[in-house]
């Protein structure tokens, strides 16, 4: 059985934007299994770039790519507990909170959001990679 605590601590700053909580600063996990997901793109299944010049549109790509990566370890966006999040804009990136908490937002996950230069490619706008606990 696996105990996660997710712990907003009083001591700490609450991120928010939009009134939407963006992560745990502090998240526990006891017992299951760890699933580590590399970094991910906006690239469909056969290797396409999605949403070129299109933040919104890459990011629920990279969400979609996220959700079936951990389904392919038997995990679920709920089990997600650390996110790193790779921009070249910010601020573009904070106008899609929305679209970010639609795939996060349930799990809550510890989480780093940095921006960049450049990602592997120019056309590329962010890249995501995760932890997940599984009890399988």
């Given at each position: 059985m696996i105990e996660r605590r997710k712990i907003q601590p009083d001591t700490l700053f609450r991120r928010a934007v939009g009134g939407h909580t963006l992560y745990s600063p502090v998240v526990t996990v006891k017992g299951g299994t760890l699933v580590f997901v590399s970094g991910l793109l906006a690239r469909d299944r056969a290797g396409a770039i999605i949403g070129k010049g299109d933040m919104g549109a890459q990011l629920r790509q990279v969400g979609e790519n996220l959700r079936l990566a951990l389904?392919?370890?038997?995990?679920?966006?709920e089990d997600l507990v650390r996110t790193t999040t790779y921009v070249t804009?910010?601020?573009?990136?904070?106008?899609?909170?929305?679209?970010?908490?639609r795939y996060l937002g349930a799990a809550l996950p510890t989480s780093t959001t940095v921006e960049v230069r450049r990602l592997s490619h120019p056309?590329?706008?962010v890249e995501i990679e995760a932890l997940a606990v599984t009890g399988e």
């Amino acid at each position: 059985m696996i105990e996660r605590r997710k712990i907003q601590p009083d001591t700490l700053f609450r991120r928010a934007v939009g009134g939407h909580t963006l992560y745990s600063p502090v998240v526990t996990v006891k017992g299951g299994t760890l699933v580590f997901v590399s970094g991910l793109l906006a690239r469909d299944r056969a290797g396409a770039i999605i949403g070129k010049g299109d933040m919104g549109a890459q990011l629920r790509q990279v969400g979609e790519n996220l959700r079936l990566a951990l389904e392919s370890a038997g995990a679920r966006l709920e089990d997600l507990v650390r996110t790193t999040t790779y921009v070249t804009d910010i601020d573009e990136f904070f106008r899609h909170v929305e679209i970010r908490q639609r795939y996060l937002g349930a799990a809550l996950p510890t989480s780093t959001t940095v921006e960049v230069r450049r990602l592997s490619h120019p056309d590329f706008m962010v890249e995501i990679e995760a932890l997940a606990v599984t009890g399988e």
